[in-house]
């Protein structure tokens, strides 16, 4: 496993700038270890819903997990506001870093993670390739 630690400075758009060092490093199979930070604005698509929810004000990174690859990211993420309240859902361009974030992800030499259509789900779901071989994807049987 091949391990990246980067920092993103304000203003930068969180899923944007992973989007980018993905694409930027060639990782076919990352996953995020470790994440803490803040944002100046959130935007988050919560469970069950075809649209993504803006937040404005300041907010703490408490957990950042999923996957990413150069074929496409899946995250969630989960904020808490000023009294400490918490909130998560699936993390959308629009995540605004306030001062900081400190990311450290993990990449794996022996997969790659493809996003194919899922006609069940309706959904690019994960599949999961070793060796030129289908490990696992969307639909085990």
Do not use: W
């Amino acid at each position: 496993m091949k391990v990246f630690a980067i920092r993103l400075k304000p203003h930068e758009d969180l899923r944007q700038s992973l989007k980018n060092f993905v694409k930027q490093e060639n990782i076919k199979a990352g996953f995020i270890l470790s994440a803490i930070g803040s944002l100046e604005a959130a935007k988050i698509r919560f469970a069950n819903q075809d649209v993504s929810t803006v937040l404005t004000g300041k907010f703490e990174i408490i957990a950042l997990n999923g996957t990413i690859a150069t074929t496409g990211v899946h995250l969630h993420i989960a904020i808490s506001d000023r009294e400490g309240k918490t909130i998560g859902g699936h993390l959308d361009d629009g995540c605004i870093i306030y001062t900081t974030a400190e990311i450290v992800i993990g990449a794996s030499e022996k997969f790659t993670f493809n996003r194919t259509f899922d006609q069940e789900t309706g959904y690019q779901e994960l599949e999961i390739i070793e060796q030129n071989s289908v490990v696992r994807s969307q639909n085990p049987e």
